[in-house]
């Protein structure tokens, strides 16, 4: 009888303690503010991690009906230099741990040099961004240079990398092979158009109980994402998406038709934050989350407001 008594006592003591650690895992909160464009900033009590965090939102060159009114800030043309808005920066930026790059365009690398300085974060992305961190400075224990494939543990969480492909811009005409490999070629600090893109990845972030599947444009290799089955997709949604055949319907099937939505790339990003973002939301967002509801509709769409925070149990 003694015997079972205490077979009974551990029993229960590992039913609580299993218990208290599926409470744990299952009941941490994961925070995802939106910076606009592709970037996010992802973070828990113990993590924080940037993806694509493009702050400065320049003014670039453009149709005017862009811009918006009031708005007298330098028009940069792609031969101006590049120049962060440090201000918005610092006050939107206070820390990182890592930074996670999709591809090497004005908007969503420009930003990172300064930002990896400030915050002494590992930079993640392909060799193009760490040939020009390097030719702006930052130290190579800072850089993770990846090529899509790797699945790296992290001590709190780990990606999984995935090889991807840019938007279809330009009626499909868009076609960049160039790639840096040589920061000493690089003459620093770059002009807007020497931001190119150096090839594209998406990425699958496994935080918690979590799994974050994010895109820095408006495509994906069918065969890579097939059956990755994160709980949130973060995809790409702007216009350029109705180039690719079926692009919703085909992207949620493969992804196992996620929990939950979180669509990006889609704001007009010529604007500073506060300017109304109601023209593209009508334009790109409502008519994707159409899209989504026709194939899913038990999928949860969460439209991101910029700088706010969504939180994920």
């Known amino acids: 009888m003694k015997n079972t008594s205490n077979s009974r006592k551990v029993i229960v003591l590992l039913f609580f303690c299993l218990c208290s650690s599926v409470h744990f895992v299952c009941g941490q909160e994961l925070n995802l503010k939106y910076l606009g464009v592709a970037g996010w900033e992802i973070s828990n009590d113990s993590l924080t991690i940037l993806v694509d965090p493009y702050i400065s939102r320049l003014k670039l060159k453009g149709n ?32 990182a741990d890592y930074i996670l790059v999709h ?98 990845l998406m990425f699958l972030l496994r935080i918690d109980a979590h799994k974050i599947l994010t895109s820095g444009s408006m495509n994906f290799i069918e065969r890579e994402v097939a059956g990755l089955k994160p709980d949130v997709l973060i995809p790409g949604i702007n216009l350029s998406r109705l180039e690719i055949y079926k692009y919703t319907e085909r992207l949620l099937e493969l992804t196992g038709y996620p929990k939950t939505i979180i669509p990006a790339h889609w704001d007009n990003f010529r604007v500073p934050y506060g300017s109304s973002q109601e023209d593209p939301i009508q334009k790109k967002v409502m008519p994707f989350i159409d899209e989504v509801r026709a194939v899913s509709p038990a999928t949860k769409v969460i439209v991101p407001v910029h700088l706010e925070t969504i939180t994920i149990q």
């Open 103 to 200: 591809h090497s365009h004005t908007d969503h690398l420009a930003d990172v040099p300064y930002i990896a300085k400030k915050t002494g974060a590992v930079v993640v992305g392909t060799e193009t961004t760490a040939t020009i961190l390097k030719a702006y400075g930052i130290p190579e224990k800072q850089l993770i240079t990846v090529k899509g494939g790797e699945d790296y543990q992290f001590d709190n969480f780990s990606v999984r990398v995935i090889p991807s492909i840019h938007s279809a811009l330009g009626d499909k005409r868009y076609f960049d092979s160039k790639v840096y490999s040589d920061p000493e070629e690089l003459k620093i600090p770059l002009t807007v158009e020497e931001f190119i893109e150096g090839g594209s």
């Open 64 to 95: 005017p009906r862009f811009y918006a009114e009031g708005d007298d800030r330098k028009i940069y043309s792609g031969d101006d230099v590049y120049e962060s808005d440090t201000v918005a920066i610092n006050k939107i930026i206070t820390k």
